[in-house]
């Protein structure tokens, strides 16, 4: 069984930094498209972030310039770089792995920007 913990949110100030950290139960991400979404308060979860088995990255508009999603996968964590903070980000952020046609998420960590 899968399981992805997220850690690093927290409260900022507005210009602030924080980092994420998602870890596997297992060795399960080398090879792996692994991703970094949010859902803020009312509103659909949204793709942050994604980084491919074969190292592409995307990012969301909103974030780019800004996040910066990396991997290590001999530790089996992915993190996920965060500049510039702004009140918009605020949000429950999640990481999401698939494995073939399977998707696994972590229970979510809290960033809450303030203005």
């Known amino acids: 069984q899968v399981q992805l913990v997220e850690s690093g949110g927290g409260t900022v100030q507005a210009g602030g930094s924080l980092t994420l950290s998602c870890a596997s139960s297992t060795n399960t991400f080398s090879g792996r498209t692994i991703s970094w979404y949010r859902q803020a308060p009312g509103k659909q979860r949204e793709m942050v972030a994604i980084?491919?088995?074969?190292?592409?990255?995307t990012y969301a508009a909103s974030v780019k310039g800004r996040f910066t999603i990396s991997r290590d996968n001999a530790k089996n964590t992915v993190g996920l770089q965060m500049n510039s903070l702004e009140p918009g980000d605020t949000a429950v952020y999640y990481c999401k792995l698939i494995i073939l046609a399977n998707s696994y998420w972590g229970q979510g960590t809290q960033v809450t920007v303030s203005p």
């Open positions: 980084v491919f088995g074969t190292g592409v990255k």
